[in-house]
């Protein structure tokens, strides 16, 4: 068999999210340089701050601020930063307890190596210094050895609040399609159509996907379809999509190739959009140097029997 | 509880850390059809059909529909996919044979991380405000859980490459395993965890079935009787856990009936080695019980799949009369946030 294709596929989504009154207290509190806990009904102190206790799901509201230094309640070195993490030298991740709250927060710590670190072992925030309202503000802890600052006061409550983070993602990926679907595009590139035939019920499905979706058998018989094919039934999009250099209206519709026997999709060009019907006979038209046909136009042959394609619909 | 359901049969891939030469279904077909030739069902004869998987390790939105071609998905059939271990896709289709709508259920699950960075993948599991614009990886999360561990005086780093050698030697006879037989402790992947601490990074499917009551026994000579399932999850904050203990798995444990017997077997899934340690610990296992005679998420870990192998696994050895009650783990999230613990037992001999 031909070697599988494979293109890398980049999945990036910038996810707007809104934060509710505690969270946006917090990350509020880390654009002032000022940490911020929740207190519990039972006197404990949330940092960072949730607005649910974990414990009674009781809502939580109640800011209160915590010191920027702490302790550090356990820790793993990590000597190959990755992207996107805190640092780019190698660093310690650390959960660190700071003064005053009950609970611990995740972040990265700047030490010279692993020796210089170890559970138990004090440490301050070091603001970044640009800071936007995220948990970025920080830009990791380093080691600190000196006493408790006094805390500011803050009572929690801020006049320009942060209402929202924009959650950043990015992975990266190398799709692979799999064995069906490569040799149905090893075919179109010679502007061949393949689909593959169920070994039960023999029906030939187009693009193939290696399984028969009706028995739930594996396909692996290949068959030639087309090129000529019947429109079974279509739409009129009269919308332009952005980015899409197709004038509107155009029609859209489901294409039973001739031996096919599920219908594919495709655009009808060649004729006037409200002209186009059921039974319609279509062949496909290639661009010069396209991976697959830019639109089918209408063949002139009779229109299909309704008979023929009543299956396929 | 009404009706007695069983595991009556079970299949799995190979494990390999690629699989590019096949699309998900392709890589899910020779699955399906073993575990219904084990049985003599048809895809016509399921009553449902329940599934694992997830949309970040494919890198497309609702991935899981390509998959349906495999079970035959027309004409209609009675459908549900969770998007997570298929060990929690069992769970529905257990609950769903216990409401007699159903007397027959197909559960598969599969995951190909070869496709990205199963470690950066991951973090997108996170909470999005406090930890995700970090990029904690997995192995950075686990090494934090291994520390507190070791701090503890719960274990230590040669204790940890005892549990990946056991692990490992006992995968000689998985033929289906990624890594069997010696394998290096290694360098540090993150301090204080080493390669070797940590699963291997691989492609896989599994498949199960269940069946209720008469049903079971005319399929399978001798089902695993599905005793109980239970699955809690704790806070998601890791800094609110104790991470050197597991509680969600001790009630789920609790729950399924766990503790009211002793098991012969125990199939957990803890894909990094320290993990071993709070789930023996949470589950008060002791040096008679045999601990994953599979070798483990630590010989094979196809994300999604590797909680329904644990029961699968567990289940097999009750049809081989290899063990007669076995307890299966499955986990989600890090640091074994979210765990499902099943009772398995054979008919008395």
Known sequence: MPEVLKAPLVVEFPFTRSLGPVQSAFLTGLRERVVLGVRTRDGRTLVPPVEYDPVTAEELGDLVEVAPTGTVTTWAWNHDPRRGQPLDTPFAWVLVRLDGADTALLHALDAPGPEAVRTGMRVRVRWAAERTGAITDIACFEPYTGATPPLTGHDGHFDDAVTGIVAHARLDYTYSPGRAQTAYIDALRGRRTVGERCPACRKVYVPPRGACPTCGLATSEQVEVGPRGTVTTFCIVNIKAKNLDIEVPYVYAHIALDGADLALHGRIGGIPYDQVRMGLRVEPVWAEGARHPDHYRPTGEPDADYDTYRELL | ?349
């Open chain 2, 1 to 349: 509880m009404t009706r007695d359901i069983a595991v009556v049969a079970f299949a799995q891939t190979d494990h390999r850390r690629t699989s590019e030469d096949l699309s998900e279904v392709e890589m899910l077909m020779p699955v399906l059809h073993e575990v219904l030739d084990r049985t003599g069902l048809k895809t016509a004869d399921i009553g449902f059909t329940c599934s694992g998987s997830s949309d970040y390790l494919a890198g497309r939105a609702f991935s899981f529909t390509l998959a349906l071609d495999g079970v035959g998905a027309w004409p209609p059939i009675s459908e549900s996919h969770v998007e997570t271990d298929g060990a929690w896709a069992l769970y529905e289709a257990w609950t769903k044979l216990l409401t007699g709508e159903a007397d027959t259920a197909l559960v598969y699950s599969y995951g190909k991380s070869s496709p990205g960075s199963v470690r950066d993948v991951l973090t997108r599991q996170l909470d999005p405000y406090y930890l995700a614009p970090l990029w904690p990886d997995s192995v950075a999360l686990a090494a934090l859980q291994a520390q507190a561990l070791i701090d503890a005086g719960h274990t230590d780093e040669p204790a940890l490459a005892a549990f990946a050698a056991r692990s490992r030697e006992a995968a000689r006879d998985n033929p289906h395993a990624q890594l069997r037989g010696p394998v290096p402790h290694g360098d540090h992947l993150v301090r204080p965890l080493r390669t070797g601490d940590c699963p291997p990074i691989g492609d896989g499917a599994a498949a199960v079935i269940l069946a209720a009551g008469e049903r079971a026994r005319t399929l399978c000579p001798r089902p695993a009787w599905i005793r109980g399932v239970d699955h809690r999850i704790e806070a998601h904050g890791l800094g609110v856990r104790d991470l050197t203990d597991s509680p969600s798995t001790r009630l789920a444990a609790e729950r399924a009936g766990a503790f009211e017997r002793p098991v012969d077997t125990a199939e957990l899934h803890a894909p990094f080695t320290a993990q071993e340690v709070v789930l023996r610990r949470a589950l008060r296992l002791d040096d008679t019980v045999c601990v994953n005679p599979s070798g483990g998420a630590l010989a094979a870990n196809p994300i999604m799949a590797a909680g329904l192998i644990r029961i699968g696994e567990a289940a097999a050895r009750i049809h081989r009369g290899e063990s007669d009650r076995a307890l299966a783990h499955a986990t989600s999230g890090p640091c074994l946030q979210q765990n499902l613990v099943a009772v398995l037992e054979g008919d008395p001999r």
